[in-house]
């Protein structure tokens, strides 16, 4: 009897450990699902008015664009200007975001705006680690051919200011290979939205 009870113990303790397993697992998975699908809402919520002021913008190590989807007020708040940074050292993907100076300011060219933006994102921004324990982080920018993925994303499009249709997200994590793809365009919205002042477009 005492062996039996030992064996049903030990049983139970190994059913136990699995489930605990299994959890973590499902709480990763959740996890970066909830990561994915932040950043597919937000890079698809990108303010186009600020595409010629080169705020929104690429490389392979990170993106930074103008969004009128936050991580603070979702879609009932101003635009903001959401950063994110692949950190090699720390094996860390890190999202930075902070509102969008107001662009009806007197007398601001489309230079001085840019540089108050980023001046602001410095020094007001709110960040937070988004994944952790990630390697080999590669953003990219196509539109989805085999040939048609750049590290730029200006260098997508060799005219303009016209964005790439498609952000790519490539990392290792936990020794798994993960790809995201990502719009960049979104359905229009029915409210209007104010435009750029000239003087904003025009630069200096």
Same mark, same amino acid.
């Given at each position: 009897?005492?062996?039996? /009870? ?24 959740? /996890? ?7 950043? @597919? ?7 186009? @008015? ?25 879609? =009932? ?20 975001? /902070? ?6 300011? =007197? ?8 540089? +108050? ?17 990630? +390697? ?14 750049? =590290? ?31 719009? +960049? @365009? ?5 409210l209007p939205l104010p435009a750029l002042s000239v003087q904003a477009?025009?630069?200096?």
């Amino acid at each position: 009897m005492v062996a039996v /009870s030992a064996a049903l113990i030990a049983l139970l303790g190994l059913v136990y450990r699995q489930v605990q397993r299994t959890g973590q697992g499902l709480g990763a998975v959740d /996890s970066d699902w909830q990561v994915q699908v932040f950043m @597919r809402r937000q890079i698809a919520a990108r303010d186009e @008015r600020f595409d010629p002021l080169r705020l929104n913008e690429g490389d392979a190590t990170g993106l930074r664009l103008v969004s009128r989807y936050s991580a603070v007020h979702a879609m =009932d708040g101003p635009p903001v200007l959401a950063q994110y940074l692949f950190r090699p050292n720390e094996e860390r993907l890190i999202y930075r975001e /902070s509102p969008v100076p107001p662009w009806w300011l =007197d007398g601001q060219g489309a230079a001085a705006y840019r540089s +108050t933006a980023l001046a602001d994102a410095t020094l007001n921004a709110v960040e937070q680690e988004l994944l952790a324990g990630v +390697t080999e982080l590669r953003f990219t920018y196509g539109d989805g051919a085999d040939d048609g993925w750049r =590290d730029s994303w200006l260098s997508f499009a060799d005219v303009g200011s016209e964005p790439p249709p498609l952000v790519r997200l490539r990392f290792d994590r936990l020794g798994n290979a993960v790809e995201w793809t990502m719009p +960049t @365009r979104y359905l229009r919205y029915a409210l209007p939205l104010p435009a750029l002042s000239v003087q904003a477009q025009e630069g200096e």
